[in-house]
């Protein structure tokens, strides 16, 4: 067990909605990392964000936004899905401001749009 | 356009027999290169963290070694617990922001 949790576990959704995944990280954790891992695409980095302000930004579409609360937990949200968009949603949390050194990474969330 | 390549895309072992998975990178300005673990279903394990050519870190069986051009993950007498995918990522400073680029991982099965 990380120490990272994510909900939902399971989301079943269907194209042109709209979902919000959400992510609490470890203890004391001040950076929250979100990433997309599908099959043609490995895992993908999306954003970071620290103590609530955006610090780096990756392959992240337009459709999706994510926002860190002053309680540390994040949200990803993720509308007009397409049929594409169903993957695994990995959240991770580390200590550090910058850097990916020793992120722990959640359980996952798992979108399937139909 | 930063890459990282994985070699091969699957290995299957021997419980016993020692082997070596490979991450090739071209990367401009290298800030790290990790190693993580991740079994079915699962988030990914971080392992090690390397920075410079030359180093070497070790964990059990587990020994990560890095050059300017790749790094290896060598295992050494493998056990089935060790079975699972190995994700090799590198990190870089681009526009001032830390951004993690992740191959696409070496499934390893270790039969008894």
């Known amino acids: 067990d990380s120490g990272v949790t994510q909900t939902p576990k399971h989301l079943i959704t269907a194209t042109g909605q709209r979902v919000t995944l959400r992510c609490s990280p470890r203890s004391g954790d001040l950076s929250v990392y979100w990433y997309q891992q599908s099959l043609d695409q490995g895992l993908q980095f999306l954003i970071q964000?620290?103590?609530?302000?955006?610090?780096a930004k990756g392959n992240i579409l337009e459709r999706f936004s994510a926002q860190q609360f002053p309680d540390l937990h994040s949200e990803l949200n993720l509308s007009s899905l397409e049929l594409g968009d169903s993957a695994l949603y990995f959240c991770?949390?580390?200590?550090?401001?910058?850097?990916?050194?020793?992120?722990?990474f959640g359980p996952g969330t798992r979108l399937l749009v139909l | 356009e930063d890459q990282v390549t994985q070699s091969p895309e699957a290995l299957r072992l021997q419980e016993g027999e020692s082997s070596s998975l490979n991450c090739s990178y071209t990367?401009?300005?290298?800030?790290?290169l990790f190693w993580y673990r991740q079994d079915p279903g699962k988030g990914p394990e971080f392992l090690f963290t390397?920075?410079?050519a030359g180093e070497e870190k070790e964990k059990e069986r587990l020994k990560a070694t890095l050059t300017k051009k790749e790094s290896f993950l060598h295992i050494t007498a493998p056990k089935p617990e060790d079975s699972a995918t190995y994700l090799c990522a590198v990190q870089t400073l681009t526009g001032g922001s830390y951004i993690p680029t992740f191959g696409r991982g070496t499934s390893l099965i270790v039969h008894p």
């Open positions: 964000y620290y103590n609530g302000e955006e610090r």
């Open positions: 390397l920075y410079s």
């Open positions: 991770a949390s580390s200590d550090r401001a910058q850097g990916v050194e020793t992120q722990y």
């Open positions: 990367v401009s300005g290298l800030r790290g």
